[in-house]
C-alpha cells in the first residue's frame, strides 16, 4: 500500500496537523485498519477507495485515530483530497462518502481546499461540576455540540488563559464523548485571526490537536453569533498551529486551509 503524510491546515511542512492517507481499492477489516492507524500513530490516519460512477459521493473515506474510528474528521479529509489532487487521482470537487454523510471538497485557485460539511449543532449546557478544574480555567460558558463532534465547547476569559491552559488530561476524559474544545476571542484580530482554540481529546488517544478542522464546525457558528460574520479565520494555538479560515452558511460550514505531504511511502506490511 502507498501511503502519505500530510501536513494539513498548513501552507509549509512541520506545522499544521499531520495525517497519514492510503488510497485502497477496497476496505480491509477494521483491525487491520486501526493497527494501521495505530502505527501511523498520528491524530488520524484517512483511509479512502474510490466508488463506482454515477452515484452520490466519488470515494468512500474513513478516519481512525491510534485508539479508534470517528465520526468526522476535517484535517484528514483535507489531506486526503490533497492527495487525490497532486496524484491526479481526482479532478476538481470530490465527494467523500462518510459516517457523516457525503462531504465535498473543492480545490481552489490559490491552492486551498474548502471542505462542506455540515454545522455543529450547538446547545448550552451548565458547565459540569470539576471542569474548570480538570481543564485550570473557569468557563464563561459551556456548549454541546452533538453526535458528528462529540465534544463540550467551552468559552474562557481571553487569548491569554486559553494559550495557558495544561490540563489534566485524564480528569478531561470524563465530561465528553472525543474531549474539549477551549477558546476565546482574539487578543488582536489585526494579527489575522478572529478566535483562538485547543482541543484536547483523550478519550480517542489524543492528547492535544494540533488543527482540528471537525472542532471548527461548532466554532464557526458559535464565534459568528458573537462576533457578527459569516467568514472568520480561526488560529489553532497547538505547538504546530494552524489556521481555518470557516464560512458559516446555515447547517453547512465551509472550511478552508492548504496542505502539504511531507513523506510518500509504501507500507511493507
Same mark, same amino acid.
Given at each position: =500500500?502507498?501511503?502519505?503524510?500530510? @501536513?494539513? $491546515?498548513?501552507?509549509?511542512?512541520?506545522?499544521?496537523?499531520?495525517?497519514?492517507?492510503?488510497?485502497? @481499492?477496497?476496505? /480491509?477489516?477494521?483491525?487491520?485498519?486501526?493497527?494501521? %492507524?495505530?502505527?501511523?500513530?498520528?491524530?488520524?490516519?484517512? $483511509?479512502?477507495?474510490?466508488?463506482?460512477?454515477?452515484?452520490? !459521493?466519488?470515494? %468512500?473515506?474513513?478516519?481512525?485515530?491510534p485508539?479508534?474510528?470517528?465520526? =468526522?474528521?476535517?484535517?484528514?479529509?483535507?489531506?486526503? #483530497?490533497?492527495?487525490?489532487?497532486?496524484?491526479? #487521482?481526482?479532478?476538481?470537487?470530490?465527494? $467523500? %462518502?462518510t459516517?457523516?454523510?457525503?462531504?465535498?471538497?473543492?480545490?481552489?485557485? @490559490?491552492?486551498?481546499?474548502?471542505?462542506? $460539511?455540515?454545522? !455543529? /449543532?450547538l446547545?448550552?449546557?451548565?458547565?459540569?461540576?470539576? *471542569?474548570?478544574?480538570?481543564?485550570?480555567?473557569?468557563?464563561?460558558?459551556?456548549?454541546?455540540?452533538?453526535?458528528?463532534?462529540?465534544?463540550?465547547?467551552?468559552?474562557?476569559?481571553?487569548?491569554?488563559?486559553?494559550?495557558?491552559?495544561? /490540563?489534566?488530561?485524564?480528569?478531561?476524559? !470524563?465530561?465528553?464523548?472525543?474531549?474539549?474544545? #477551549?477558546? %476565546?476571542?482574539?487578543? &488582536?484580530?489585526?494579527?489575522?485571526? &478572529?478566535?483562538?482554540?485547543?482541543?484536547?481529546? /483523550?478519550? *480517542?488517544?489524543?492528547?492535544?490537536?494540533?488543527?482540528?478542522?471537525?472542532?471548527?464546525?461548532?466554532?464557526?457558528?458559535?464565534?459568528?453569533?458573537?462576533?457578527?460574520?459569516?467568514?472568520?479565520?480561526?488560529?489553532?494555538?497547538?505547538?504546530?498551529?494552524?489556521?481555518?479560515?470557516?464560512?458559516?452558511?446555515?447547517?453547512?460550514?465551509?472550511?478552508?486551509?492548504?496542505?502539504?505531504?511531507?513523506?510518500?511511502?509504501?507500507?511493507? #506490511?
Amino acid at each position: =500500500m502507498r501511503i502519505r503524510i500530510v @501536513d494539513a $491546515f498548513t501552507d509549509r511542512a512541520f506545522a499544521g496537523n499531520p495525517a497519514g492517507v492510503l488510497l485502497l @481499492d477496497s476496505f /480491509p477489516d477494521d483491525d487491520r485498519l486501526q493497527k494501521i %492507524a495505530l502505527e501511523v500513530n498520528h491524530a488520524e490516519t484517512a $483511509f479512502a477507495h474510490r466508488l463506482p460512477g454515477g452515484g452520490e !459521493a466519488d470515494w %468512500a473515506l474513513r478516519w481512525f485515530t491510534p485508539a479508534a474510528e470517528v465520526a =468526522m474528521c476535517g484535517h484528514a479529509t483535507l489531506a486526503t #483530497a490533497h492527495v487525490l489532487h497532486t496524484t491526479g #487521482a481526482h479532478e476538481g470537487a470530490v465527494r $467523500f %462518502a462518510t459516517r457523516s454523510g457525503v462531504l465535498v471538497a473543492t480545490p481552489r485557485e @490559490d491552492g486551498s481546499i474548502t471542505l462542506d $460539511f455540515p454545522t !455543529a /449543532p450547538l446547545t448550552a449546557v451548565e458547565a459540569p461540576a470539576g *471542569v474548570a478544574e480538570a481543564l485550570g480555567a473557569e468557563p464563561r460558558s459551556t456548549f454541546d455540540t452533538g453526535p458528528n463532534v462529540g465534544d463540550l465547547l467551552v468559552e474562557l476569559a481571553d487569548e491569554k488563559t486559553v494559550r495557558a491552559l495544561s /490540563p489534566d488530561l485524564r480528569a478531561l476524559g !470524563a465530561y465528553s464523548q472525543r474531549g474539549i474544545i #477551549a477558546t %476565546a476571542r482574539a487578543a &488582536d484580530p489585526a494579527q489575522g485571526y &478572529d478566535f483562538v482554540s485547543r482541543c484536547f481529546f /483523550p478519550n *480517542v488517544g489524543i492528547d492535544e490537536d494540533p488543527v482540528t478542522g471537525s472542532a471548527h464546525t461548532a466554532l464557526a457558528p458559535f464565534w459568528s453569533q458573537r462576533l457578527g460574520g459569516t467568514i472568520l479565520t480561526g488560529l489553532q494555538a497547538s505547538p504546530r498551529s494552524g489556521r481555518v479560515r470557516t464560512e458559516l452558511r446555515g447547517d453547512r460550514t465551509l472550511l478552508s486551509g492548504h496542505a502539504v505531504t511531507v513523506i510518500d511511502g509504501e507500507l511493507l #506490511a
